[in-house]
């Protein structure tokens, strides 16, 4: 059942949110988990159950198995789960983090200084002057200046 007929099937039935969350076959299901993902803080969930299963004591999930909150596997499936949420949000970090960069470098390369080094030891620095000239001035390391001139 898509994650869509999932929501409204829950809401014909009236389930509350935490109905939803403690029905431990439903996590089989990867049409569940999208409309896990759709409807709650997802990671929150699935951190706290895996972490409340894993503590648990064989008798407390022999109990919730007969309140339909457990089965066999269910700590490998909310581990699975758990593991691929991490993956995403190092992804999305990771994306963040590539977009700030190329934001910072967009913002001095329009400021206009492009700074890079070649094999000579040679900084190049390109630029405006105060009068809004292009220029490229050649320096090395030291300080000292190779050639300056601007730029058409």
């Known amino acids: 059942m898509p994650a869509e007929q999932l ?18 076959p439903l996590y089989q299901s990867d049409e569940f988990i999208k409309f896990l ?26 109990l919730w198995i007969l309140q339909n909150k457990y089965y066999k596997g269910f700590i490998k499936r909310l581990a699975y789960l758990k593991q691929q949420q991490e993956l995403q949000e190092k992804e999305h970090a990771r994306i ?12 001095s390369s329009q400021d206009g200084i492009i700074q890079t080094l070649n094999k ?26 190779v050639t300056a001139y601007p730029i058409f």
């Open 37 to 62: 993902k759709m409807v709650t803080e997802y990671s929150v969930i699935i951190r706290t159950l895996h972490e409340t299963c894993s503590n648990a004591s064989r008798m407390q999930k022999f």
């Open 120 to 145: 000579q030891k040679i900084l190049e620095l390109r630029g405006k002057t105060r009068n809004n000239i292009d220029i490229e001035i050649k320096m090395t390391r030291s300080g000292k200046i």
């Open 7 to 24: 929501k409204i099937y829950f809401e014909v039935h009236q389930w509350s949110q935490d109905d939803i969350i403690k029905c431990a």
């Open 96 to 107: 963040a983090r590539q977009k700030t960069l190329e934001q910072k470098q967009q913002a």
